[in-house]
């Protein structure tokens, strides 16, 4: 009788073993292929969709969607090489289709992005690591003309910076960038030639400027990342970098994007609850918004007022099914085996 429980008991084991192994796989298979697309949604009354476009697999392509602008009917987002190449910033005409790929050796992890009035397009880069960690390229923001031709490469702090973060451009025509990696301040303010004309910094200590927005006063706000315990916050400086107001946020190291929309609102989204939240410069929550979406790593607005969001596509239905189907298969399994053995 001993033997025969023993023998029913490591049946179970080495069944849950396997179920686990099996869920554990299936989970790795369905994360890997999570793809990314780019939804537009209208948001007069109840928000709608209104296009989706742009699908990229994460695991075939070795790709990410990273930043997203809008400007003169296209859409451009900056696009992540995984593989360790170049990046890329991919420009998608009015009904979804790529219209150019933009790209250069140096462009290494593109971030923010900025297109001025005439079809200039900023791009914040990354440092690249070469051979046995040593730096073959510094971070800096590239410029491209409207044929992808690099125009300018600027590096307001020097070489010493590990990435450029945002770039935004104001309606003088001022480039405001955002580093991490320096000595502080981390925000500088250029002409139109890349010469710096001032730079400034958050306030506290060790803090990550990770989104800048720049409204039609020419106001500069940041989103502001602790980088470590802390939470969020969105600064209000003013067009030379004096700050004027701050609003304080819920979360630590949660948000993505920072935006403003036509009425002069701030709009960011907060990943830990999957809300958009638009927030008055006065510093008070006008509105949250739940589109039903997770792992938004950015968003925009079009000229017209329509949402532009990166979002995770759905996963594959059989992969979605089967995991949680496969665990209550277990669980059924195991009740039934230990109930025989102790009969």
């Known amino acids: 009788m001993y033997s025969s429980k023993f023998a029913s008991k490591h049946r179970v084991f080495i069944n849950t073993l396997q179920a686990l192994c099996?869920?554990?796989?299936?989970?790795?298979?369905?994360?890997?292929?999570?793809?990314?697309?780019?939804?537009?949604?209208?948001?007069?009354?109840?928000?709608?969709?209104?296009?989706?476009?742009?699908?990229?697999?994460?695991?075939?392509?070795?790709?990410?969607?990273?930043?997203?602008?809008?400007?003169?009917?296209?859409?451009?987002?900056?696009?992540?090489?995984?593989?360790?190449?170049?990046?890329?910033?991919?420009?998608?005409?009015?009904?979804?289709?790529?219209?150019?790929?933009?790209?250069?050796s140096r462009l290494d992890i593109p971030s923010g992005m900025a297109v001025d009035t005439t079809g200039n397009v900023y791009v914040a880069s990354s440092a690249h690591l070469g051979k046995l960690g040593?730096?073959?390229?510094?971070?800096?923001?590239?410029?491209?003309?409207?044929?992808?031709?690099?125009?300018?490469?600027?590096?307001?702090?020097?070489?010493?910076?590990?990435?450029?973060?945002?770039?935004?451009?104001?309606?003088?025509?001022?480039?405001?960038?955002?580093?991490?990696?320096?000595?502080?301040?981390?925000?500088?303010?250029?002409?139109?030639?890349?010469?710096?004309?001032?730079?400034?910094?958050?306030?506290?200590?060790?803090?990550?400027?990770?989104?800048?927005?720049?409204?039609?006063?020419?106001?500069?706000w940041v989103l502001s990342d602790a980088n470590g315990p802390g939470a969020e916050k969105i600064e209000d400086f003013g067009a030379t970098g004096t700050l004027k107001s701050s609003i304080p946020l819920a979360a630590t190291d949660l948000y993505s994007g920072l935006r403003i929309d036509k009425s002069g609102n701030i709009w960011t989204y907060d990943n830990s609850t999957d809300l958009f939240e638009e927030w008055q410069s006065s510093g008070a929550l006008e509105k949250t918004y739940s589109l039903g979406l997770t792992g938004v790593s950015d968003f925009t607005f079009t000229p017209d007022g329509d949402l532009l969001v990166i979002d995770n596509a759905p996963e594959p239905t059989s992969l979605a099914v089967l995991l949680p189907l496969t665990l209550a298969t277990l669980c059924r399994r195991k009740r039934r085996a230990t109930s025989a053995a102790e009969n």
């Open 134 to 220: 040593t730096l073959s390229q510094s971070a800096d923001i590239l410029k491209f003309d409207s044929t992808g031709t690099v125009v300018g490469d600027f590096q307001p702090f020097g070489v010493d910076i590990n990435e450029y973060l945002d770039v935004k451009i104001n309606s003088s025509g001022s480039i405001i960038g955002s580093a991490w990696g320096g000595a502080g301040p981390n925000i500088a303010r250029l002409d139109s030639s890349g010469n710096l004309l001032g730079s400034f910094d958050s306030v506290g200590p060790t803090r990550l400027e990770t989104n800048l927005a720049v409204s039609s006063s020419n106001d500069v």
């Open 22 to 104: 099996l869920a554990m796989i299936l989970s790795c298979v369905s994360s890997a292929h999570a793809d990314q697309i780019v939804t537009a949604y209208n948001l007069s009354g109840t928000p709608t969709i209104i296009q989706s476009f742009g699908q990229l697999n994460n695991s075939s392509t070795q790709m990410s969607m990273q930043r997203i602008e809008s400007a003169g009917g296209k859409t451009y987002v900056s696009i992540a090489n995984n593989n360790n190449g170049p990046g890329a910033v991919w420009i998608f005409g009015a009904d979804g289709s790529i219209v150019q790929q933009i790209t250069t």
